[in-house]
């Protein structure tokens, strides 16, 4: 999968790691919310080409909040990503889900432009 994975994302600026037993993180730096995505949808029609019906992919996308500390923005990063991915989970296969926070930044006109 890792594998699967790095060759979906952009090679030297993106980090794929396992998070867990069947879980991935992918780190996309200087990427904002809507180009991520593109990269997730870009992730789920890649995967239904390879026609494996054993395992389906749930992404959850989360932009970083800064908090108090760099620990706290990390981890409420990671919690908000987990929350969206078993969010994708209840839904059908191969399927993104955008945090709510990062939603609400995005309506309230913080995040401007492309990316």
Do not use: H
Request: net charge positive; proline share 1%.
């Amino acid at each position: 999968m890792e594998k699967f994975y790095r060759k979906n994302v952009r090679n030297k600026i993106d980090k794929v790691c396992r998070y867990g037993g069947d879980e991935f993180v992918i780190i996309l730096p200087y990427t904002f919310w809507k180009n991520a995505v593109l990269i997730a949808e870009r992730i789920c029609k890649a995967w239904e080409e390879k026609k494996v019906r054993s395992v389906t992919l749930s992404i959850g996308i989360a932009q970083l909040i800064e908090r108090e500390s760099l620990e706290e923005s990390i981890s409420d990063l990671i919690n908000r990503a987990d929350k969206a991915m078993y969010s994708a989970k209840k839904l059908e296969k191969n399927m993104w889900v955008v945090d709510k926070e990062t939603s609400k930044l995005f309506l309230n006109g913080e995040f401007q432009g492309e990316g």
